[in-house]
């Protein structure tokens, strides 16, 4: 299980050491989720936000945290980050290279240029929304902010799975979210029942990808 | 049509067929190699143009996209500010050749126009092409307000997706000349949107002039995907119609692609117009060539017919040499040799004709045209025609072959040919020769005449043989005996038979002894129709019977008194008829007259024997007995009272047959009396065989029996012999007392004559014998 943050990674663990010792008391499941693309190729980068219909479900908020994304390569790094509101980011130019950083979305607007090596100040970020960053020197260069206050949140691994652990049995509303996704769209969503006699829950999602914008548009392909 | 102008004509044909046939074959060739290369051309311009359409897709995409790309219009997109966008869009759109320039929310409303004009866009026309541009650009040839566009649509990020873009570039006809020039694109493209079902509309064609599309649209196979010809304002196309890739909320679009086979074949009308002019000139060469070669076969056999033609005109003539050492030169030299070969054996067969085979020596034919010219040419003039036999000939070939004869004939034709001199020596028959003598009289006619008989004279010796050929001539004289050849002959021939007849080696033609005059035929028809009319008379000379001195017998004798020449005697007019055929004829008359004369005596009581004479004629008819039979039955005559009275001679001319005929007469009972009897040949060994009963001694020894002992002797002989052989005996010619008396005396039984009683007629020798009658009682 890849950890998107440090913060998160060890609200989880913290979970799962609960479970493991009171795990008869809380009765809590796992829940594994699959995110395909045509022909159930693995979708990474994909982001399940959890929402119970209890609202008393919900664990306690986290303090809030900063996450870096790092320019190596000409690349951000990770391409896609969920933050909570209250979050801060902060963007890290590892290049020899400058980088002309800019957000136009409505979320969060901010452009400035970071010099080989230059950290920006941490951008403090509250409203929730997809923030799509790029590069205004490298158009191929794009990251997304996920800012989402959604009490489970996980980002799917390389091999399209993302898993959340010791889920109080409920009702959840599951959605997905994914850079690719047409945009103007509501998130593909699934509800989802936990049993308490079950430890294991599963659910797919088969999303619609738009192209990558990181490799930019395909220029030996115009669609008549 | 000659030879000549056939060949030269079949030459020129064969020459222009081939080269007609030639140039359609390159024709359709090339026409359908260059029609092939259209349909390839037009399969490969389709293509072409599809990827052409392709490369400016990704170019204007690009740069439609690199406009995206613009930080400044991507603020100004994700700010909102419209003005700035619009004028962006302005000023991106002239850069990349847009008349318009849209930009559309990511659902499909019009959030920038770049027209400045019109009614202004809600939603965006084309949302499937805006609906693949979120995943990539995409471009489409539309039908859009009647015109055609080039609608590009490229994602806008910023850096996500927060619009599209849309570049409408007008698609019109400078754009496909453009891109006719950049490639090699056919000078015919159309573009045509469906306006309505089979409807189509040309919205941009090139720089071509010709509208392809009505043609193309109106088929009723519809649109031909694959290259088709057809033709346009009159002129041939190949056509190919692609459906064009295009928005599905615009009309359907199609790009017609035409190529044009006139233009095509433009480059070669050149050579086909060279073509023709080396046609022609191959023509006129082939036409000349053809006339001289023609004319080298045609004249050599022009000259081969023309002695053909003289050839059959008679000119055996060598006909001029053909040095040609081909067919033609053979023919000739075949020709030659056969006018040769006919020329020598017409000499020979005209020879022939005129030649006799033996002597070599003219034949009578030839020697008739030849006298028969010169006659014709000297008119008048003087002539001789000798006729020369050999007697003996016949019996020479009888007796010794045709092989000797005809040597014969040869050595004297050689001895006649020295003796004749100049004069024309011929074989007129197998037996004669004929020399003809112009210029000549009748004297030097006999002299030569004799001095062919000289050379003649020596007879022919070969081996043992020794033959003395007894040659006679007979001549006749020109103009005196005729002037033309015919005439002469005949008469020569008279003439040599008359010498023939007289042992007279030369006689001249005597027109006077010339049996076969003219007039004799006259006569001759005269005594046809004395005999038919009864114009005869037949006359009685009493006999005497000696031994009682009564008249028991009569001789009936022909007269024939001629209506214009009065009495012609019998020894001119039977000798005539016998030799005209006419002998039987007048013996049936003589016969017919006498029995009923005799039939008369027999009613009237009186006892004579009539006595007729019989020609040897009459002895070769084997009807004679019958009919002599028939008329003694038919008047009642007795047989015996009939006695017939042949000579010698004619029983001599054919015995055997004469015999016979004789035997039947004598088997009926009448009596038979050989007649002239003492002058003959015949031997009484011979006469032994004849069934006579009476013999009747020859008139020449009793006219002078009262003189000469001789004939008293011979008559009183044959008085005895005949009695002795019991033959009874008449002596006639009887013309004085002493004969009388003296044939009484040595026991004669029968006498006839002047001194008795001249022949009379029948009433006359009625009165005679009543006067006769009281003498004796």
């Given at each position: 299980m890849q950890v998107g943050s440090l913060g998160i990674g060890a609200a989880v663990l913290a979970t799962v050491a609960v479970v493991a010792a009171w795990p008869a008391a809380l009765r809590a499941a796992d829940l594994d989720v699959f995110v395909g693309a045509a022909r159930d190729a693995a979708v990474p980068d994909a982001v399940i936000a959890l929402r119970p219909?209890?609202?008393?479900l919900s664990p306690p908020a986290a303090a809030p945290a900063t996450k870096t994304i790092d320019q190596k390569n000409e690349t951000f790094l990770p391409y896609v980050e969920v933050f909570r509101p209250g979050d801060s980011v902060v963007f890290r130019n590892s290049d020899q290279t400058r980088h002309h950083v800019y957000s136009f979305a409505p979320a969060r607007q901010f452009e400035f240029v970071l010099t080989p090596g230059q950290s920006s100040a941490p951008l403090h970020l509250e409203s929730t929304g997809a923030i799509a960053v790029g590069c205004n020197i490298h158009d191929h260069m794009i990251t997304y902010l996920y800012v989402s206050d959604a009490p489970w949140t996980a980002r799917s691994g390389a091999d399209g799975h993302a898993r959340v652990a010791t889920l109080p049995p409920g009702d959840y509303d599951v959605s997905v979210w994914h850079?690719?996704?047409?945009?103007?769209q509501a998130p593909p969503t699934q509800t989802l029942h936990v049993d308490a006699a079950n430890a294991a829950a599963t659910l797919r999602f088969a999303l619609a990808l738009l192209p990558d914008l990181r490799r930019g548009p395909d220029r030996e392909r115009v669609d008549y | 049509m000659s030879f000549r102008v056939r060949l030269a004509s079949f030459l020129v044909v064969t020459l222009a067929l081939l080269q007609i046939a030639t140039a359609l074959l390159v024709y359709g060739v090339t026409r359908r190699e260059l029609v092939q290369q259209g349909e390839q051309q037009l399969v490969l311009a389709s293509r072409a143009f599809a990827r052409q359409l392709d490369d400016v897709s990704l170019r204007v995409a690009d740069n439609v996209q690199v406009l995206t790309l613009d930080f400044a219009l991507r603020s100004a997109i994700a700010q909102r500010d419209r003005n700035t966008v619009v004028s962006a869009l302005r000023n991106h759109g002239r850069r990349v050749g847009a008349t318009r320039m849209l930009l559309v929310g990511l659902d499909g409303t019009i959030e920038a126009d770049s027209a400045e004009s019109g009614a202004p866009l809600a939603?965006?026309?084309?949302p499937d092409l805006a609906e693949s541009a979120l995943e990539h650009p995409s471009a489409a040839v539309v039908a859009w307000d009647g015109r055609a566009y080039w609608i590009v649509v490229v994602p806008v990020t910023a850096p996500a997706l927060i619009g599209l873009i849309a570049a409408a570039i007008p698609v019109d006809d400078p754009f496909l000349a453009r891109l006719q020039e950049e490639s090699t694109l056919p000078n015919a493209i159309e573009l045509a949107a469906q306006t309505a079902p089979g409807k189509w509309e040309v919205l941009a064609h090139g720089n071509g002039t010709i509208a392809l599309t009505p043609s193309v649209t109106s088929r009723s196979e519809g649109l031909p995907s694959k290259p088709v010809s057809l033709a346009v304002n009159g002129r041939e196309y190949v056509a190919l119609a692609t459906r064009l890739e295009s928005s599905d909320a615009s009309a359907p679009i199609v790009a017609v692609l035409g190529y044009s086979i006139d233009d095509a074949l433009r480059p070669y009308r050149s050579v086909a117009s060279a073509w023709g002019v080396l046609l022609a000139l191959g023509l006129v060469f082939g036409l000349v060539a053809a006339l001289i070669i023609a004319r080298g076969v045609s004249r050599p056999i022009e000259a081969l017919a023309a002695t053909a033609r003289r050839i059959a005109a008679g000119d055996y003539s060598a006909p001029a040499p053909i040095a040609q050492r081909d067919e033609v030169g053979e023919l000739a030299l075949t020709l030659a040799h056969m006018a040769r070969a006919i020329g020598e054996r017409e000499e020979r067969i005209r020879f022939q004709a005129g030649h006799?085979?033996?002597?070599?020596l003219p034949n009578r034919v030839a020697a008739e045209a030849a006298i028969e010219r010169e006659l014709a040419q000297r008119d008048g003039a003087h002539g001789a025609l000798l006729l020369i036999t050999l007697a003996r000939l016949p019996e020479i070939t009888k007796t010794v072959g045709h092989g000797i004869s005809d040597r014969v004939m040869r050595d004297a034709a050689a001895r006649l040919r020295q003796a004749g001199g100049a004069a024309l020596l011929a074989r007129a028959t197998d037996t004669e020769f004929l020399l003809w003598l112009p210029h000549v009289q009748e004297a030097d006619a006999i002299a030569l005449a004799f001095r062919a008989l000289d050379a003649l004279d020596e007879p022919y010796s070969e081996a043992e043989f020794r033959i003395d050929a007894a040659p006679a001539v007979g001549v006749a004289l020109c103009p005196q005996h005729g002037t033309q050849f015919s005439p002469l002959l005949q008469r020569a021939e008279v003439a040599l038979f008359a010498a023939l007849n007289a042992e007279e080696p030369v006689l001249v033609y005597d027109p006077a002894s010339d049996p076969h005059r003219p007039e004799r035929l006259a006569l001759m028809t005269d005594l046809r129709d004395a005999i038919e009319r009864d114009e005869l008379a037949l006359h009685y000379q009493p006999k005497l019977h000696l031994p009682n001195g009564r008249i028991d017998g009569a001789e009936g004798l022909a007269r024939w008194v001629h209506p214009r020449q009065g009495a012609i005697p019998p020894d001119r007019f039977i000798p005539l008829a016998e030799e005209t055929g006419n002998m039987r004829r007048l013996t049936r008359w003589v016969l017919a007259a006498g029995i009923a004369r005799a039939r008369a005596w027999q009613r009237g009581g009186r006892h004579l024997r009539l006595a007729l004479n019989l020609s040897v004629r009459d002895l070769e008819d084997a009807e004679l007995p019958q009919r002599v039979g028939e008329l003694l039955t038919a008047h009642g005559v007795a047989p015996d009272r009939l006695l017939l009275e042949i000579t010698e001679s004619a029983v001599m001319h054919k015995p055997e047959a004469a015999i016979r005929v004789l035997r039947r007469l004598a088997d009926q009972g009448i009596e038979l009396a050989l007649d002239?009897?003492?002058?003959?040949?015949?031997?009484f060994a011979y006469l032994r065989r004849l069934p006579v009963r009476e013999l009747k001694i020859d008139k020449s020894f009793l006219l002078k029996l009262a003189e000469g002992a001789e004939d008293r002797t011979i008559v009183r002989s044959i008085v005895e012999l005949g009695h002795r052989l019991g033959y009874s005996v008449t002596a006639e010619g009887v013309s004085d007392q002493a004969t009388l008396d003296y044939l009484t005396q040595i026991g004669c039984d029968h006498a006839q004559g002047f001194f008795i009683a001249r022949p009379m007629t029948a009433e006359a020798l009625d009165a005679f014998l009543a006067a006769a009658e009281p003498a004796t009682p």
């Open positions: 219909h209890d609202a008393s850079p690719q996704l047409r945009p103007g | 939603k965006f026309p084309f006799d085979a033996i002597t070599g002239d009897f003492g002058v003959g040949q015949s031997s």
